[in-house]
């Protein structure tokens, strides 16, 4: 069993907001977070893919960890995003 550490409390409050996430090749995405796990690897629901002017919509998508440049949650949660 993990332990409930202080950390692992501070990613719970960020469970359903909106995050923007930019990887190592230049990609951002964002999306709506829904996990992490011991390595790092973040999964974003209802989840739209930027490159360079290109948008596209990619759903549910899991980033490895090692991949990761920058992640910012927004002050809004997700319920947010469809009203």
């Known amino acids: 069993m993990v332990a409930d550490t202080e950390n692992i409390q501070r990613l719970r409050t960020y469970l359903n907001f909106k995050t923007r996430i930019q990887i190592s090749d230049g990609r ?23 490159r360079g002017d290109e948008k596209r919509l ?3 998508v899991m980033i490895p960890g ?18």
Not at 28 to 50: P, Q, R, S, W
Not at 66 to 83: G, Q
């Open 28 to 50: 951002t995405f964002i999306g709506v977070f829904m996990c992490v796990d011991k390595d790092k690897n973040i999964i974003l629901a209802h989840a739209e893919e930027f």
């Open 58 to 60: 990619v759903g549910l």
């Open 66 to 83: 090692k991949h990761l440049v920058k992640v910012e949650a927004e002050n809004m949660n997700a319920d947010d995003l469809y009203s």
